[in-house]
């Protein structure tokens, strides 16, 4: 999310209609604390990389931090927290 860090298959992912919930697996817990953002403070995109294309979940209060997942996980998530992707191409198969 920041600083080239990648969080592979550590990191839990879950939405409701309030926000966005962030949790890293319990091991790697230690100044990783778990997080809830309000939908208000993200903006979610489509983008198209080199093969694939992402979903970009953007958190207004830091710009240069982004979470970036793959199209159908985060189509899934926005759609959980009944919301919107910018992109015409975003959907949940």
Known sequence: MRWGFHYDNV??????????????????????????IPW???EIQEEQGWIFSYIVFRFKALPDVYLRTALKLGAEV?????????????RVS
């Open 40 to 42: 208000e403070g993200i």
């Open 11 to 36: 990191l839990t992912i879950g939405a409701d209609s309030n926000g966005l919930y962030l949790s890293t697996f319990v091991l790697f817990r230690a100044g990783h604390p778990s997080l809830y």
């Open 78 to 90: 926005a759609h959980e927290g009944h919301q919107s992707v910018m992109g015409e191409h975003a």
